[in-house]
């Protein structure tokens, strides 16, 4: 069965530093695709990144990279140069291919970003 | 400007009381979905709809009911069956059914009882 893990439920990273957020996840199937979102307090989901089964590079969107290492099962977000806005809860989520639709998401890790 | 519309932003039920949040996105996006979201957890799979007029139960349907009489809603109703519904309630949509498209989230309802 689809599972998502997220063991880190709080972290700390001061300004301008680099921040990992871990994600593990288990499926049984090849085709999949693995998704990190943003929640701030307002309550929105934003999504920030995305990198598929077959990607053989590691995704980047800006100041977002995602650490994908496939036969770990694992897909860190790595966000650089922290900035305060950053602190928020990130959720990492992933959707089979061959089932389409359903997506599970992780517990999430809440980001605090210090001055 | 597209998006996703949630409303009301707050709603409060009574003891017995059927309610009914509201969801329509102008995305034209086939597949629509709701999520419950509990203090510091994840987010949970309440319905899910990948067209008009067919939806599928995810993991929590029970007490909860929907309708897709149109591509561009999708409204959820908390029946009085649903014990504990005090909760953070999203609604999402997404191009379907391909994996690699992310889920486009309205700002969510929250739901409480009176």
């Known amino acids: 069965a689809q599972k998502i893990t997220q063991t880190q439920p709080g972290m700390f990273v001061q300004e301008k530093e680099a921040v990992t957020l871990d994600c593990t996840y288990d499926?049984?199937?090849?085709?999949?695709?693995l998704f990190w979102y943003k929640q701030p307090s307002s309550g929105e989901m934003i999504f920030l990144i995305y990198?598929?089964?077959?990607?053989?590079q590691n995704a980047t969107e800006g100041r977002y990279s995602l650490n994908f290492q496939k036969a770990r099962k694992s897909a860190n977000l790595v966000i650089s140069a922290s900035q305060l806005g950053d602190s928020a809860m990130y959720f990492c989520?992933?959707?089979?291919?061959?089932?389409?639709?359903?997506?599970?998401f992780g517990a999430g890790t809440r980001l605090f970003v210090k001055a | 400007d597209g998006g996703i519309t949630q409303s009301p932003k707050y709603l409060f039920r009574k003891e017995g009381q059927n309610v009914t949040l509201s969801c329509e996105q102008n995305?034209?996006?086939?597949?629509m979905y709701w999520y419950r979201q509990d203090p510091g957890q994840g987010l949970r799979l309440i319905y899910y709809?990948?067209?008009?007029?067919?939806?599928q139960k995810g993991d929590i349907a029970e007490g909860y009911s929907v309708s897709r009489e149109k591509k561009e809603s999708f409204p959820l109703t908390v029946t009085s069956a649903q014990k504990n519904p005090t909760a953070f309630y999203l609604c999402?949509?997404?191009?379907?059914?391909?994996?690699?498209?992310?889920?486009?989230f309205g700002d969510g309802t929250r739901l409480s009882i009176l």
């Open positions: 999402a949509s997404s191009i379907a059914p391909y994996s690699n498209q992310p889920q486009h």
């Open positions: 499926t049984s199937d090849q085709s999949y695709g």
């Open positions: 990198q598929g089964s077959y990607d053989e």
């Open positions: 989520a992933m959707r089979e291919g061959t089932g389409g639709f359903k997506t599970i």
């Open positions: 995305l034209n996006h086939d597949a």
């Open positions: 709809s990948q067209i008009v007029n067919d939806f």
